[in-house]
């Protein structure tokens, strides 16, 4: 980790890969140069916006398997977390057949008359896959802070005369911060720096950062300014963390 | 039933088949007798498994390269992980909650950052490339996942049982031998094939170290991807994914799954 901080002050030579001169070319190079500061501004709006939208459709679905009393309630859970564990390139392929030109998704709009449309490559296409890969990823911690709230709190709720909204606002809402933080911050943290679903379902034209070191890696051979693009997005998941431990460090005091 | 309940139950349904809806289809395209990608598939075939049984390149990465890589790296990673939860569990040193949290929480580290760091490091010792530089990699990614499952079997272990043992004159080996691991295999089991499906599902960290002699099979089917697009990844896909499913319903009965991923 040291040495990727060291390597990122290296300059670039095209023979010898690095060399053992320190300069801040490399972070120049990034911060002059509109591309990459276009490339970080989408990575960032990226995290924000899929971070939100993947809470927002997370919530339900997490409530729904802590409080369930069905005896399918680890079937729910298993159904839920399985995709995790398949890997992203399985899935982000899944995804590349859904949206393709001859995919799912083209094959109902064209059943309603609708020209096929060109999904993939596209922002929304690589935020629908992150979303779904994220998914589990936000359902556990919400689903840990649901469970701690005793149900009779929410049963004492509805008995007083609340709706269902009114509960979600006034109790559980509050009541889950800790948990929505925690998921929140994950999410974002991953989507910042997720590598394959943008390589795949993106492709050149939307660039995230996490691709920007892979192509300079591998292709470019620019080790030295390919560090110092996951010194600023090792920055900025660091910097999430620690945003997250210290939620996390209020909230036990605030008990 | 009210309204509002309906709404919640088709918004649940949507939300499952939108998880679950990728693995299928997957799985639908990969008996699709033609080269394209439509859906519905158009027949029933076998034909793209027996083209990647053909395929010289899938085979070796998915035979040779990843599923070797993945069944030394379970090993390896239940032995570190079992000795860095006895450490974690039985004593208390200076920086424990540090380290705790850091080997608790494998999901934080950018793939990126492991990945050119180890690139590096590699180099520097002059082993990229090799198998042992992938297998370092993957040891280092899978570990944590190990010691949490088996940090929770221990941590719920009564240690009074193992105390009975040592009183009735067995020595420490024996002790650990007949009475703790037996005791904790659940956590083991799930730990050793934890490690196994991450090591074998790992693409991002492991595109910056493998070499051409040892390419996994994701890293394969990455590479194929970039290029064309057939059903024979649908098919790759669909044996990886079983392979993973019966995997994870032996760790969701040994302990879980839910206390791994934590």
New interface residues.
């Given amino acids: 980790?040291l040495?990727?901080f060291l390597?990122s002050f290296y300059k670039y030579d095209p023979f010898k890969i690095m060399e053992a001169i320190y300069t801040l070319e490399n972070y120049r190079r990034f911060f002059s140069d509109p591309y990459y500061i276009g490339v970080l501004s989408f990575t960032l709006q990226m995290g924000v916006g899929v971070a939100a939208l993947t809470l927002a459709?997370a919530y339900?679905?997490a409530y729904?398997v802590s409080r369930t009393k069905s005896r399918l309630k680890?079937v729910y859970?298993?159904?839920?977390?399985?995709?995790?564990?398949?890997?992203?390139?399985?899935?982000t392929?899944?995804?590349?057949?859904?949206l393709?030109r001859?995919?799912?998704l083209n094959?109902f709009l064209s059943f309603f008359g609708a020209e096929p449309v060109e999904l993939l490559f596209t922002p929304s296409a690589v935020a629908l896959a992150t979303i779904?890969v994220m998914?589990?990823?936000a359902v556990?911690p919400l689903m840990?802070s649901i469970e701690n709230i005793d149900i009779s709190i929410e049963e004492a709720a509805k008995s007083l005369g609340a709706d269902?909204l009114r509960v979600f606002h006034r109790v559980l809402l509050p009541l889950t911060i800790p948990g929505i933080a925690s998921a929140s911050l994950?999410v974002f943290?991953?989507t910042v720096?997720s590598?394959?679903t943008p390589?795949?379902l993106g492709g050149p034209s939307v660039m995230m950062i996490?691709q920007l070191?892979?192509y300079s890696?591998?292709w470019s051979f620019n080790?030295p300014f390919?560090?110092a693009t996951?010194a600023i997005?090792?920055a900025i998941?660091l910097g999430t963390?620690a945003i997250y431990l210290r939620t996390i460090a209020r909230a036990t005091i605030a008990k | 039933m009210k309204l509002?309940d309906a709404v919640?139950k088709i918004?649940?349904a949507a939300?499952?088949i939108?998880?679950?809806?990728?693995?299928i289809?997957?799985f639908a395209?990969s008996f699709n007798p033609t080269t394209?990608?439509?859906?519905?598939p158009e027949g029933f075939s076998p034909r793209w498994y027996e083209e990647f049984l053909k395929d010289r390149i899938f085979v070796d990465s998915f035979f040779r390269v990843s599923l070797s890589l993945a069944i030394i790296t379970s090993i390896i990673s239940v032995v570190l992980g079992l000795s860095s939860s006895f450490v974690m569990v039985r004593y208390d040193f200076h920086g424990k909650s540090l380290v705790e949290s850091f080997l608790l929480s494998p999901?934080?580290?950018?793939?990126?950052?492991v990945?050119?760091?180890l690139?590096?490091?590699f180099v520097l010792l002059g082993i990229g490339g090799s198998f042992l530089a992938l297998l370092i990699g993957h040891v280092l990614v899978a570990t944590p996942y190990a010691s949490r499952c088996i940090y929770a079997s221990l941590h719920g272990f009564d240690r009074s049982l193992e105390e009975a043992a040592l009183s009735l004159g067995a020595d420490k080996i024996k002790a650990l031998l007949l009475v703790t691991i037996p005791m904790i295999r659940p956590g083991l089991i799930a730990g050793m094939l934890f490690s196994f499906?991450r090591s074998?599902?790992?693409?991002?960290m492991t595109?910056?170290i493998t070499g051409p002699r040892t390419t996994t099979v994701?890293v394969a089917?990455?590479t194929y991807?970039?290029w064309e697009?057939t059903p024979v990844?649908?098919a790759i896909?669909t044996v990886?994914?079983l392979m993973?499913?019966g995997?994870?319903l032996i760790i969701?009965r040994a302990i879980?799954?839910?206390e791994v991923?934590?």
């Fill in positions: 980790m040495s990727i390597a459709l339900p679905v729904f680890s859970l298993f159904m839920m977390l399985f995709p995790l564990l398949v890997g992203p390139l399985v899935r392929y899944g995804w590349m057949i859904i393709g001859k995919g799912v094959m779904e998914l589990p990823y556990l840990s269902r994950l943290a991953l720096s590598v394959i390589a795949l996490g070191v892979l890696t591998l080790w390919a560090a996951t997005l090792s998941t963390i | 509002s919640y918004y649940l939300i499952y939108f998880i679950m809806g990728s693995p289809i997957v395209i394209s990608l439509s859906f519905p999901m934080w580290m950018p793939a990126v950052l990945g050119l760091g690139l590096q490091f499906i074998f599902g790992e693409i991002t595109l910056f994701q089917m990455f991807l970039q697009s990844i649908a896909s990886q994914s993973v499913l995997v994870a969701e879980g799954l839910r991923l934590r």
